[in-house]
């Protein structure tokens, strides 16, 4: 893009410029004047520029901004503009870059949310919500995910609603490249389109931008642009020029054209009008189509590959760790396929064992191909997608990126020492050394927080762009959705989605913070669905010195919730809990109980609200799988054989190692609902150990409900009330 300012005629009055590179309906602008003050700014289009520039006037200032992309609406208010456009990619760009005026210094950042700039003082302000633009946002589609049962159909329903379509690719993306040939033979005579990134290598989400490369050959051009001395920087400005006069000149295809000559690789960006699929176009490097065909070999070298990588690319954008100033996709991708290399999970072979069997072919000095049909040892690994997910959490989340570079080409990592020393690096690296011993400025960056080699391109470091902040940020997920799946591997990693995705779980560091609500809280409900009439007396429907049947059955159901979550957390998570009664008339009252004693019906039915205080210092929700023996008895319930397994894993642990105890020590209030019938669990964190608290939460959030419900169908099937659900353990 050129930063040559126009200086078009623009309407102030209005909330809207025209100019000519966009040719504005004026008119039809003013008379929508009301309308735009009544909508909401999208903070993920809009930006706010305060102070404004002295030595620049408001109209070339609008002018620069408008030839950005297609602009919505705009608003000066005092000494700041705010301005929204039709998509977030101007956005992006303009952010990137603080010094477009020579001598100016524009001070640009994202408008907030809810921050309304047709409200001005003295006027009532309407806070509307705004909701980015996401389509595959988790809320969105959890319906469709929490509604199936198993961690591999919940999968499947994932994958299903974020993932393009093969029809969507034919019919959106690839007549894209065909119609670019046509429009640019004009002046490219010998152009060609290829496509490239993650809509090749079959992991791409529904509305990705499309990667294109254009081969435009030399004819056509100058003769001077082709010698070997021609300035690479004064030739991408004459392609680019070129460019842009065709895109502008076909308004019914091309859309916020924006261009970036000086970035490493020199793109344009656009929206293809036909298909509304936005585009960056590249005439520079061929590269990225090898290094495609690569990634896209990985995604379907084994079954289990590809829903991998697509369900580890949505956890980052879940958590927003991936995208610009933060982890690349493709650096995300190619963190994936190391740790698939590695000889402990076995599932990818180096690039370099797939390219010895073939006749190198050379781009840019680099080998390009590789034999996909290699003969490689069967797989012997069995573990599943889960497993693996849970696993590559538990690799980086401790991984000493600072010491180490990653290299694909061999699924090894070396000191960064090695890299700055040539001879120290195996032979078969001969290509990079004489690459490097003729672009001594080229070399590896190995100086970045982040350093994993590119497996084609070996002076290129994919990780350069990542922060350490970024990088942190990235290994505090991982620790953190280790733990999740750690707790949710008990149950066969069934509730794991549901768990990880949540909006209100989430690492401690990325949790918006609260006034005043330092300690962590978690809520839930229970609904008495089928089981409403469980614990019953066997003569309940004969009985007539019951007056109101259909409220004892109630009050029966709130007494057995209330005495077996207690039950749970002593008899299974070995808690000792301290029951605090609330009533409306007094403050607190303590209930001593011993441990087999049960909370009473009347306590039960005239308090609306109960606190457990729980503490404990025993671990026992981990390590249950090797104490997990059948057990045959049909007269125990499940909540009577977990809290055996939970005997056997404290034995297990040495009481001499204090090292192994944890702190654990919440509130846990549990609060009756009358419409629906239901109870509203609170647990609320009071001092337990760093992440203890979470981690055990988690296991709570799935493991509660599957006890409950499943003891309760006992208790229907065989006819037994609360008083001898555990007498078999008694005697």
């Given at each position: 893009?050129?930063?040559?300012?126009?200086?078009?005629?623009?309407?102030?009055?209005?909330?809207?410029?025209?100019?000519?590179?966009?040719?504005?309906?004026?008119?039809?602008?003013?008379?929508?004047?009301?309308?735009?003050?009544?909508?909401?700014?999208?903070?993920?289009?809009?930006?706010y520029?305060?102070?404004?520039?002295?030595?620049?006037?408001?109209?070339q200032?609008?002018?620069?901004?408008?030839?950005?992309?297609?602009?919505?609406?705009?608003?000066?208010?005092?000494?700041?503009?705010?301005?929204?456009?039709?998509?977030?990619?101007?956005?992006?760009?303009?952010?990137?870059?603080?010094?477009?005026?020579?001598?100016?210094?524009l001070?640009?950042?994202?408008?907030?949310?809810?921050?309304?700039?047709?409200?001005?003082?003295?006027?009532?302000?309407?806070?509307?919500?705004?909701?980015?633009?996401?389509?595959?946002?988790?809320?969105?589609?959890?319906?469709?995910?929490?509604?199936?049962?198993?961690?591999d159909?919940?999968?499947?329903?994932?994958?299903?609603?974020v993932?393009?379509?093969?029809?969507?690719?034919?019919?959106?993306?690839?007549?894209?490249?065909?119609?670019?040939d046509?429009?640019?033979?004009?002046?490219?005579?010998?152009?060609?389109?290829?496509?490239?990134?993650?809509?090749?290598?079959?992991?791409?989400?529904?509305?990705?931008?499309?990667?294109?490369?254009?081969?435009?050959?030399?004819?056509?051009?100058?003769?001077?642009?082709?010698?070997?001395?021609?300035?690479?920087?004064?030739?991408?400005?004459?392609?680019?020029?070129?460019?842009?006069?065709?895109?502008y000149?076909?308004?019914?295809?091309?859309?916020?054209?924006?261009?970036?000559?000086?970035?490493?690789?020199?793109?344009?960006?656009?929206?293809?009008?036909?298909t509304?699929?936005?585009?960056?176009?590249?005439?520079?490097n061929?590269?990225?189509?090898?290094?495609?065909?690569?990634?896209?070999?990985?995604?379907?070298?084994?079954?289990?590959?590809?829903?991998?990588?697509?369900?580890?690319?949505?956890?980052?954008?879940?958590?927003g760790?991936?995208?610009?100033?933060?982890?690349?996709?493709?650096?995300?991708?190619?963190?994936?396929?190391?740790?698939?290399?590695?000889?402990?999970?076995?599932l990818?072979?180096?690039?370099?064992?797939?390219?010895?069997?073939?006749?190198?072919?050379?781009?840019?000095?680099?080998?390009?191909?590789?034999?996909?049909?290699?003969e490689l040892?069967?797989?012997?690994?069995?573990?599943?997608?889960?497993?693996?997910?849970?696993?590559?959490?538990?690799?980086?989340?401790?991984?000493?990126?600072?010491?180490?570079?990653?290299?694909?080409?061999?699924?090894?990592?070396?000191?960064?020492?090695?890299?700055?020393?040539?001879?120290?690096?195996?032979?078969?690296?001969?290509?990079?050394?004489?690459?490097?011993?003729?672009?001594?400025?080229?070399?590896?960056?190995?100086?970045?927080?982040?350093?994993?080699?590119?497996?084609?391109?070996?002076?290129?470091?994919?990780?350069?762009?990542?922060?350490?902040?970024?990088?942190?940020?990235?290994?505090?997920?991982?620790?953190?959705?280790?733990?999740?799946?750690?707790?949710?591997?008990?149950?066969?990693?069934?509730?794991?989605?549901?768990?990880?995705?949540?909006?209100?779980?989430?690492?401690?560091?990325?949790?918006?913070?609260?006034?005043?609500?330092?300690?962590?809280?978690?809520?839930?409900?229970?609904?008495?669905?089928?089981?409403?009439?469980?614990?019953?007396?066997?003569?309940?429907?004969?009985?007539?010195?019951?007056?109101?049947?259909e409220?004892?059955?109630?009050d029966?159901?709130?007494?057995?919730?209330?005495?077996?979550?207690?039950?749970?957390?002593?008899k299974?998570?070995?808690?000792?809990?301290?029951?605090?009664?609330?009533?409306?008339?007094?403050?607190?009252?303590?209930?001593?109980?011993?441990?087999?004693?049960?909370?009473?019906d009347?306590?039960?039915?005239?308090?609306?609200?109960?606190?457990?205080?729980?503490?404990?210092?025993?671990?026992?929700?981990?390590?249950?799988?090797?104490?997990?023996?059948?057990?045959?008895?049909?007269q125990?319930?499940?909540?009577?054989?977990?809290?055996?397994?939970?005997?056997?894993?404290?034995?297990?642990?040495?009481?001499?190692?204090?090292?192994?105890?944890?702190?654990?020590?919440?509130?846990?209030?549990?609060?009756?609902?009358?419409?629906?019938?239901?109870?509203?669990?609170?647990?609320?964190?009071?001092?337990?150990?760093?992440?203890?608290?979470?981690?055990?939460?988690?296991?709570?959030?799935?493991?509660?409900?599957?006890?409950?419900?499943?003891?309760?169908?006992?208790?229907?099937?065989?006819?037994?009330?609360?008083?001898?659900?555990?007498?078999?353990?008694?005697?």
């Amino acid at each position: 893009m050129t930063s040559k300012l126009s200086t078009e005629s623009a309407n102030f009055a209005n909330y809207q410029v025209a100019t000519s590179s966009h040719q504005q309906n004026i008119k039809s602008e003013q008379n929508s004047q009301e309308e735009d003050k009544s909508r909401s700014w999208l903070p993920r289009n809009s930006l706010y520029i305060t102070p404004l520039p002295k030595n620049i006037k408001r109209e070339q200032l609008l002018a620069f901004f408008y030839d950005f992309g297609s602009v919505k609406r705009h608003c000066f208010i005092r000494n700041s503009l705010r301005i929204e456009y039709h998509d977030s990619k101007p956005v992006d760009v303009l952010l990137s870059k603080p010094d477009w005026f020579p001598g100016e210094k524009l001070c640009i950042r994202r408008l907030k949310k809810n921050k309304d700039p047709t409200a001005y003082k003295g006027q009532k302000k309407i806070n509307k919500p705004n909701v980015e633009e996401d389509p595959i946002r988790y809320e969105l589609i959890k319906e469709a995910v929490e509604n199936e049962v198993t961690f591999d159909k919940q999968l499947a329903a994932l994958l299903n609603a974020v993932q393009l379509t093969e029809f969507e690719i034919t019919t959106r993306y690839n007549v894209i490249c065909t119609h670019m040939d046509e429009v640019f033979r004009s002046v490219f005579p010998n152009c060609r389109t290829y496509k490239f990134g993650s809509t090749v290598a079959g992991l791409s989400f529904k509305e990705s931008d499309l990667d294109l490369y254009m081969s435009i050959g030399k004819h056509g051009l100058p003769s001077v642009c082709i010698t070997p001395d021609f300035p690479p920087d004064l030739l991408t400005q004459m392609i680019f020029k070129r460019a842009k006069r065709v895109m502008y000149s076909i308004k019914s295809v091309f859309s916020n054209i924006i261009t970036i000559p000086k970035a490493k690789t020199p793109i344009i960006k656009f929206r293809y009008i036909p298909t509304n699929v936005s585009c960056d176009i590249t005439f520079k490097n061929s590269l990225g189509i090898y290094k495609s065909h690569f990634l896209r070999y990985c995604a379907s070298h084994d079954p289990r590959i590809r829903p991998l990588m697509l369900l580890i690319k949505y956890w980052a954008r879940h958590f927003g760790i991936s995208g610009i100033g933060k982890l690349s996709s493709y650096g995300l991708v190619c963190l994936i396929i190391f740790y698939l290399q590695q000889e402990s999970v076995g599932l990818l072979p180096p690039l370099l064992k797939l390219q010895r069997s073939c006749t190198p072919q050379m781009v840019n000095g680099w080998q390009v191909n590789f034999d996909e049909n290699t003969e490689l040892p069967p797989i012997t690994n069995n573990s599943s997608i889960a497993e693996l997910f849970h696993n590559f959490f538990s690799f980086y989340g401790q991984f000493q990126f600072g010491q180490h570079v990653l290299c694909l080409l061999d699924g090894k990592m070396y000191p960064k020492f090695d890299f700055q020393q040539l001879d120290k690096l195996p032979d078969y690296m001969v290509v990079y050394k004489v690459y490097c011993a003729e672009n001594v400025v080229k070399k590896l960056d190995v100086q970045k927080s982040l350093c994993l080699q590119d497996p084609i391109e070996l002076n290129q470091n994919t990780g350069a762009i990542t922060s350490e902040r970024a990088l942190i940020s990235f290994q505090t997920c991982c620790m953190f959705s280790a733990d999740v799946c750690g707790a949710s591997s008990e149950n066969n990693y069934d509730y794991l989605l549901k768990m990880l995705f949540d909006p209100g779980n989430a690492p401690p560091m990325m949790m918006k913070k609260k006034k005043n609500k330092n300690k962590s809280k978690f809520k839930s409900t229970i609904l008495p669905g089928r089981f409403l009439h469980a614990g019953l007396p066997k003569d309940f429907a004969k009985r007539t010195d019951i007056p109101n049947k259909e409220r004892y059955v109630r009050d029966n159901w709130y007494f057995l919730i209330f005495n077996l979550v207690r039950d749970i957390f002593e008899k299974i998570f070995k808690l000792h809990v301290e029951v605090v009664l609330t009533d409306p008339e007094m403050k607190q009252q303590k209930v001593e109980l011993l441990a087999d004693d049960m909370l009473s019906d009347v306590h039960t039915k005239s308090h609306q609200k109960i606190t457990l205080h729980c503490s404990g210092t025993k671990c026992v929700w981990y390590n249950r799988k090797k104490n997990n023996r059948t057990l045959l008895d049909i007269q125990l319930s499940l909540l009577e054989k977990e809290a055996i397994i939970s005997d056997k894993v404290l034995e297990d642990l040495d009481e001499q190692d204090e090292a192994k105890n944890v702190q654990l020590d919440f509130t846990c209030v549990l609060e009756k609902s009358q419409n629906p019938v239901s109870i509203i669990i609170t647990l609320t964190d009071t001092n337990s150990q760093n992440h203890i608290f979470r981690q055990f939460e988690c296991f709570v959030n799935s493991w509660i409900p599957k006890i409950i419900d499943k003891t309760l169908l006992h208790m229907l099937q065989y006819e037994k009330t609360y008083d001898t659900l555990f007498c078999n353990k008694k005697s």
